[in-house]
């Protein structure tokens, strides 16, 4: 079988309803220079039955693989683990490859290829609920944390050269099954840069099941994965002092809910002046989200009450 170049990779979990649209996407797609690497984590639906229909339709070259529920963080390792390709492209299962991007994706690694200071392509990801700047300097290189400070508003889409990719492994916290991406990618924005194309890749309508609509919620439920990313984010992150308060707070509000005191919270801070001096902040922050995170689970159940 003729190796191929790019793997779309995505993690799904009991997504049946929404893969079609991917699927589908791919399938039209001119060039098949890819694997789509799927790792369902733990799906209770009919997503198994759908890849084994899929795969003996052979229009695709599908590499489908199930493990234990353990969160999109662990499904993402795996697969970047597992990949045979040079190029890492995660797409979620509510995206849909823009017509043509892989053809183009294909096209471009050339340039990126022995340059080892770039660790990938920046793109645009489509999306309804997104306002975006106009464009992004297209064919420059720039981190990701860079392209953000220059004023770039909207969603990105990143591709990835797979053997840099496994150097910044997702965090993995015990307990926890979510931990936000933006860990990794600010300590790859440390040694790489990317190079940029003001192209739309994946066309994306986020879903209502999905972490990005859930935001508040995620807060809670993985408050020790968030700790770890504010406080990391602090270290590495720029000199503007509003931010550095926000994040700073940010940081108190998940020791909080993670039931660290304040004592451990401030010790073990980045900056013992700006804890203090942010802690107030922080309870702040506490107090308003728990609120909205009260809020949600009353919905949630009554949503669940009238659908029984």
């Known amino acids: 079988m003729e190796k191929k170049t790019l793997t779309i990779f995505t993690p799904t979990y009991n997504r049946a309803y929404i893969l079609p649209k991917l699927y589908e996407s791919l399938c039209n797609e001119q060039c098949h220079d890819f694997i789509w690497l799927v790792v369902d984590d733990g799906s209770t639906d009919n997503t198994q039955e759908l890849f084994e229909q899929w795969k003996k339709e052979n229009t695709i070259e599908i590499q489908y693989l199930k493990k234990e529920n353990g969160g999109k963080m662990r499904a993402h390792n795996f697969g970047a683990k597992v990949c045979k390709t040079p190029l890492f492209f995660c797409i979620d299962s509510d995206d849909q490859i823009t017509a043509g991007a892989i053809g183009k994706i294909i096209s471009y690694y050339d340039e990126i290829k022995n340059d080892n200071s770039v660790c990938g392509f920046i793109a645009k990801k489509r999306m309804d609920i997104c306002n975006f700047s106009k464009t992004i300097p297209s064919n420059s290189s720039m981190s990701l944390s860079g392209l953000y400070d220059s004023g770039f508003t909207g969603e990105t889409s990143l591709v990835f050269k797979t053997d840099i990719l496994r150097k910044f492994p997702f965090l993995e916290v015990e307990g926890e099954k979510f931990s936000t991406e933006a860990y990794a990618y600010m300590q790859m924005d440390q040694k790489y840069v990317y190079k940029l194309k003001d192209e739309f890749w994946p066309d994306c ?53 993670a039931k660290c005191n304040a004592l451990r919270i401030i010790r073990e801070s980045p900056s013992i002046l700006f804890a203090i001096l942010s802690y107030p902040i922080g309870l702040y922050y506490y107090f308003k989200l728990k609120n909205e995170y009260e809020r949600n689970k009353s919905l949630r159940k009554n949503i669940v009450t009238v659908d029984n």
Not at 206 to 231: A, E, H, T
Not at 233 to 254: H, P, W
């Open 205 to 257: 309508m986020y879903q209502p099941d999905g972490y990005s609509m859930n935001s508040v919620n995620l807060y809670f439920s993985s408050p020790i994965g968030w700790r770890k990313y504010f406080s990391l984010s602090y270290k590495l992150g720029n000199n503007n002092l509003k931010k550095r308060v926000k994040t700073m707070a940010m940081y108190v509000f998940s020791s909080i809910v």
